[in-house]
């Protein structure tokens, strides 16, 4: 079985069996997208969904977007012969892990939806929000994912340091 790992920013097609696609997400999305007659399939990993009307994004930052990546993904899976109108999408992530940066994963969430639903495209799997992290392996070929939650790491084991008995004679008063 062969891995590729993605990582925000990025995007990944594959048209031959025993390839599985990864990524591991907190606030980000990762959109799962599979043509099953084709047998052609791709997943992205995006920072957020739009860029803000004022925000000047360069050239090299457009795929952290949703609107830019999922362009790139569907581009890469017709190159590979997958039809638009066949594909089914698998969405994973918008969790809102740290609680003082606001509803970013809730915002990246409602853009994947909001954008599925806006080109037609056929929700299977849909495990966004929630407040933990999320490593998605997915077989574009086969058309099967997987997602597990990532555990919160348990705090580390501190051991109290003994405490230097004092030497000499002491006076407590």
């Known amino acids: 079985m062969r891995r590729i790992p993605i990582v925000q920013g990025e995007h990944s097609v594959v048209a ?25 399939g791709g997943m992205n990993h995006f ?37 638009r ?20 994963g809730s915002s990246n969430a409602a853009f994947a939806r909001q954008f599925m639903e ?12 929630g407040t933990h992290a999320r490593k998605v392996e997915f077989m574009p070929y086969e058309g099967r994912v997987r997602a597990t939650t990532v555990a919160n790491a348990p705090p580390p084991v501190i051991k109290p340091k003994p405490v230097a008995e004092p030497a000499g004679d002491v006076e407590l008063f």
Do not use: F, W
């Open 118 to 129: 806006t080109e037609g495209i056929a929700i299977g799997r849909c495990e966004l929000g």
């Open 85 to 104: 109108t066949r594909l089914r999408a698998h969405l994973y992530g918008g969790a809102n892990i740290i609680a003082g940066l606001g509803a970013i």
């Open 16 to 40: 031959e069996p025993d390839v599985v696609i990864s990524t591991l997400l907190g606030s980000c999305v990762a959109v799962c997208l599979q043509d099953p007659v084709a047998r052609v």
């Open 47 to 83: 920072l957020l969904g739009e860029p803000g009307a004022d925000s000047t994004v360069g050239a090299a930052d457009m795929q952290r977007y949703g609107v830019h990546a999922m362009e790139l993904l569907i581009n890469g899976m017709m190159k590979h012969g997958a039809i």
